[in-house]
């Protein structure tokens, strides 16, 4: 769990005292937590003991029995919301359940490194399907009891030797060992406890107060013992090393880092395939078995990229480089092995878990992924029908735009350079399109798009932030940081612009000045035939109003709704459809926009749509 940066002051003072005085530092988590539970209890007894009072009340005092009783009910039933707000579902694990009988191996090595590190008891072991694993303790109310669920991914199986895949566990085991491990467990319960309840609790006035409490107090509580939960973790890391080896250790951090990023983009590859066929050529899980084992071309750069992250507040889990040093292990790969821990562990059974998985996965995804299949042959249609109409030399901007973007998209942004040239031959001012003609110039590694993308911030400024940002991701890509120096100071101001543009444009007011719209015949025609179909249109008034901070002028229009119709609904049908002549702004015409509507009947050409009704 990460936290908001707002803690970071407070994370830092209790990281210094945590390494000055860790039991103190200890403790004062612990009270922190309880406080919760505290404010709980005393709201909850407070809520019982009122009901109880009506009640006696309405046995000894019946004059007034109907306010006491009503009384009483509210008191009661918020007393049996916040009861159940107390008892937090058990999360349904994922995975697959698997038993002894079914994996022995897995089970003794479990029982081997439980009596190594002195750790829990497990009850139930599930195979997932995500690069991880941990153990969850199932909270029942309060903090009475709990059931230890061990979920180990597959892929994390299939990427890592045995020994590694044993130091993955016993990491995980030294999060709840001996009374340090009830401690980090407990603490680590009521971090999430109390982001649960926030969300439970019903409505009403007694819940808005403590829901209050709790969006306030778990962020705080969450910062408090983030300390903690590092600290936890690199205690973990050093019980992993003392009950294997600190080589060992450190081995499976690597594999993971390594490994889990080949299997993260590994998706890339498997969704990918949804643009050109209905189901996939391979399934991902049995897959994996193979390429997840072997070594790969590319793992020291990972690795040496993963070196380069620094420890942050985004999550408990320190940088790889520090989790390494504190073991005293060197940032080296790992031999590679023979066999991984999904065969030595699960024998036969892998290949049926791998498949188990993919249908599970398939039953889950397939309609989406036959959802994007489909909307790609969509595209392709409307790319090959745009393409027919581009040839008759009758398109619109907005066609050849399209057409390019859709080449883009399927065939690369270096196919679409060549039309986006054409598309600026015939329209030399257009801003965005030599913005997405620079862009794809970079993208294949062609500087020229430097030139393009800072001529496109000149005509229209609002590209300027972009066109920026994209140059100097170019520059640091190629290894040319000190280019890249003099964009930010362009991107700074561009970015200052883009936030007076954006107040301007979202807000107009009596003194605004309009002008008339700049629109031919043909696009008054298409406009209103448009807009013909938006039911509930009695008429339209529209005019051009130029801005101080913007490149272009903004179409400013009031929507007049017919009887029954609502005129923000017609703003939001009506506004899409303006957009492609230019910036819109739009009102919905009432009480409140009767001078808007004056200064646009002032204005000549104002009405729009004349031959609509409605």
């Known amino acids: ?65 109907a306010i006491e009783a009503k009384l009483g009910i509210f008191l009661g039933l918020s007393a049996f919301a916040l009861i159940r707000a107390l008892m937090i579902e058990a999360e349904a694990p994922a995975g697959i359940l698997i038993d002894r009988a079914a994996a022995p191996d897995l089970f003794a090595l479990l029982d081997r490194l439980r009596a190594q590190v002195n750790g829990p008891a497990i009850h139930t072991v599930y195979i997932g399907d995500e690069f991880n694993a941990a153990i969850m303790q199932q909270p ?28 993955v566990i016993a990491h995980e085991f030294g999060h709840f060992v001996g009374g340090h491990g009830h401690w980090a467990a407990f603490i680590y319960r009521i971090r999430k406890r109390w982001m649960q309840i926030a969300e439970r609790l019903p409505r009403g006035i007694v819940a808005a107060v403590l829901r209050l409490f709790f969006r306030r107090y778990g962020p705080w509580f969450n910062a ?24 060992l250790a450190a081995a499976a951090l690597i594999r993971v880092t390594t490994r ?23 399934m991902p899980y049995r897959t994996a078995a193979s390429y997840l084992r072997e070594e790969a071309e590319d793992e020291l750069s990972v690795l040496e990229y993963a070196l380069e992250r620094m420890t942050g507040l985004d999550d408990t889990h320190p940088c790889l480089k520090d989790r390494l040093a504190a073991i005293g292990s060197d940032p080296v790969l790992p031999p590679p092995f023979a066999a991984s821990a999904a065969e030595t562990l699960l024998g036969g059974r892998a290949e049926e878990l791998a498949d188990e998985l993919d249908r ?18 969509d595209e392709i249609a409307e790319r090959d029908a745009l393409a027919a109409r581009l040839e008759s030399g009758d398109a619109r901007k907005a066609e050849y735009q399209r ?17 986006y040239r054409k598309l600026l031959d015939r329209f030399p001012d257009a801003a965005d399109v030599r913005y997405q003609l620079g862009a794809a110039l970079l993208y294949a590694g062609d500087d020229a798009g430097i030139v393009e993308l ?29 280019e890249a120096e003099p964009y930010f100071v362009r991107l700074d101001a561009a970015e200052a612009h883009d936030e007076q543009a954006a107040a301007e444009a979202n807000q107009i007011d009596a003194q605004a000045e309009l002008l008339p719209l700049l629109l031919s015949d043909e696009d008054r025609r298409r406009i209103a035939d448009t807009l013909a179909g938006i ?28 009887k029954g119709t609502d005129p923000q609904q017609l703003v939001d049908a009506i506004t899409p459809i303006l957009l492609e002549y230019g910036d819109t702004l739009g009102f919905g015409a009432h009480g409140t926009t009767r001078w808007l509507g004056k200064k646009l009947r002032a204005i000549p050409g104002n009405q729009l749509v004349p031959a609509v009704k409605g």
């Open 403 to 419: 057409h390019a973007e859709l080449v883009a998209e399927m065939d690369g942004a270096s196919a679409a350079i060549p039309f």
């Open 535 to 562: 039911s509930g249109l009695k008429s339209l008034r529209a005019a051009r109003r130029k801005l101080l901070f913007g490149d272009r002028d903004q179409i400013i229009f009031l929507a007049y709704p017919g």
């Open 224 to 247: 408090y013992s983030f300390v903690l939960a590092r600290a936890q973790e690199y205690e973990a890391d050093r019980l992993a090393a003392r009950a294997l080896s600190p080589a």
């Open 360 to 377: 599970n996965w398939w039953n889950a995804h397939g309609n989406w992924w036959r959802t994007l299949h489909q909307m790609r042959q």
């Open 140 to 167: 029942r109310f309060m903090i009475f009891g709990n059931r230890n669920i061990l979920t180990i991914g597959l892929p994390l199986l299939q990427g890592l030797s045995k020994d590694e895949a044993a130091a």
């Open 260 to 282: 889990g990023d080949r299997f993260a983009a590994s998706w890339t590859g498997v969704w990918g395939e949804a643009v050109s066929r209905p189901d996939p050529s391979t």
């Open 454 to 482: 800072e001529t496109a911030a000149q005509i229209w400024r609002g590209l300027g932030a972009p066109a920026y940002r994209t140059i100097i991701g170019h520059l640091h890509a190629t290894g040319r940081q000190d």
């Open 1 to 65: 769990m990460g936290i908001d940066a707002r803690f970071a002051g407070l994370v830092e003072r209790l990281r210094v005292e945590a390494e000055r005085h860790p039991l103190a530092y200890r403790r004062k988590v612990v009270l922190a937590g309880l406080l919760g539970y505290a404010y709980v209890l005393t709201v909850l007894l407070a809520l019982l003991a009122g009901t109880g009072a009506m009640i006696w009340m309405l046995i000894v005092a019946r004059g007034a029995a």
